[in-house]
């Protein structure tokens, strides 16, 4: 298995801190959070995308995936929302990244009405990100929260460019067995996110192993390899961007990955 860790968790750090903050702690890769706000985002020009690139490349850190916000399920008007799968799914190329990550973002419209939407957008998108040699991945989480609800959209995609994220906290707060979440993911997994919190209702990041998120089963579903892709991916997403009054991550990088090596 392979570690790596969201900038998520160390909000506006210059891309050469996180590098070295990654090679430091012994993580293999880097999900870059993609948002005009963070150093990585879709609005770098050419330059500035080489520029990324060369930094990780120094250190042999790879950058696993940009984390972008597009919401393929949300209701209204397809176009703009295409447009920002494009605009994520050619970041990602320039910068080597394998993965996009999006958000379904169904709201409250029928469900089935949202598979739909989301289905038809990524559709769309999946034929340029097979150009590209992208995989976009939709997350569990918020419409969809559990591995069956994403496992609809992907499965009518039926592309091989368009997967699945596993983010182990929603399925789980949702109710939904990691074994089961496992067993409708496995055949459109591209890799998984990791946390840790106190409670459903408490949901403040903490030091892997600290909270009550059952990481060693989920990790243990994953077996030796990825969906395809070699070895499989275990990300650190520490949600301090919108949580700052939790401890820093820096600190807990470390010992973060030993525990995840422990148990996996």
Known sequence: MKYAFSTLGVPGMPVPDVVRLA????????????????PVHPGLVAHERRAVVEEFAREGVEILAVAGYARVAEAGDDEPVYEELHRLVY?????????VRVFPGGGDQDPAEADATAARRLGAAAEVAADLGVRILVETHDSHRTGVDVARIVGTVGHKNVGALWDVMHPWAAGEAPAATHAVLAPYLGYVQVKDIASVEDTTPLPLGAGVLPLAECLALLGDDGAGDGAAWACWEYEKRWYPQAA???????????YLAGIA
């Open 23 to 38: 090679v430091g702690s012994g993580y293999q890769g880097v999900e870059l959070r993609a948002h005009p706000e963070e």
């Open 248 to 258: 820093d991550l820096p600190p807990l990088l470390a010992a973060g990955r030993e």
């Open 91 to 99: 970041l990602a190329a320039d910068l080597g990244a394998r993965y």
